[in-house]
């Protein structure tokens, strides 16, 4: 039992160029999420989603886009990567809306 | 609004000393809380939750939160702080969206 993974850990883009951030869990959770951690800011919701098929914006939605095809896997795709969007990326997902939510180990990425 | 607020973003104490993490959240947040812990470049570690069985939770390594209705807080507190303890701490309340709300974190620091 992995949990929750993500790839890859560490990325440094250029601006203007694209990428996907890859989230799986393999507890058959329904509910996963995307935070960015900035320092002072604590984490933000980006994006989430309810069920497969089903993905909703968060706090900060500007700059990424998601797609839920199946219960496993949550990626989150930067279209036009942005000096602003250099952060640390979790992924999380949980069993029912209000239960504890299981953090991947984050990706760090740098954009220049 | 929805908000969760973590007193002080820095907290130093002694090894063997109190330590007590303020957390105050919003009353239109759902009874719904947590506390988090990120170890340096970790992710994200449950340390404990409220979800109105109890109003004293207890929690790994130690710690232990009050949840007070009355005053809107949710602080934790450990007897005896360990050197191991020296890490991030953040506060999160259950949002409307299924995601968590988070404090900014605070960050604590222990002295030999």
């Known amino acids: 039992n992995a949990g929750v993974t993500q790839t890859p850990k560490f990325q440094v883009l250029k601006t203007g160029q694209s990428m996907t951030l890859q989230c799986a869990q393999d507890m058959n959770h329904e509910y996963m999420s995307w935070y960015r951690q900035d320092p002072g800011m604590g984490l933000r919701l980006i994006h989430y989603s309810v069920g497969a098929g089903i993905t909703d914006q968060g706090e900060v939605p500007n700059g990424y886009n998601v797609s839920r095809s199946t219960t496993e896997d949550f990626p989150l795709r930067l279209l036009s990567a942005a000096p602003s969007q250099t952060s640390v990326y979790f992924c999380?997902?949980?069993?029912?809306?209000?239960?504890?939510?299981?953090f991947g180990p984050g990706t760090r990425l740098t954009v220049l | 609004a929805q908000s969760v607020t973590q007193l002080g973003s820095h907290v130093s104490v002694s090894e063997g000393a109190l330590v007590l993490l303020r957390c105050n959240y919003s009353?239109?947040?759902?009874?719904?809380l947590f506390w988090y812990v990120q170890y340096p470049n970790q992710g994200l570690q449950l340390l404990l939750k409220?979800?109105?069985?109890?109003?004293l939770v207890k929690g790994i390594n130690g710690f232990e939160a009050e949840f007070k209705k009355s005053e809107t807080s949710f602080h934790l507190t450990k007897p005896s702080a360990h050197m191991s303890d020296a890490a991030e701490y953040f506060c999160?309340?259950?949002?409307?969206?299924?995601?968590?709300?988070f404090g900014k974190g605070t960050k604590l620091s222990v002295k030999p």
């Open positions: 999160a309340g259950g949002g409307s969206q299924g995601n968590l709300i």
């Open positions: 009353s239109s947040v759902p009874p719904y």
């Open positions: 409220y979800t109105s069985a109890a109003t």
């Open positions: 999380a997902s949980s069993s029912d809306f209000y239960n504890e939510q299981f």
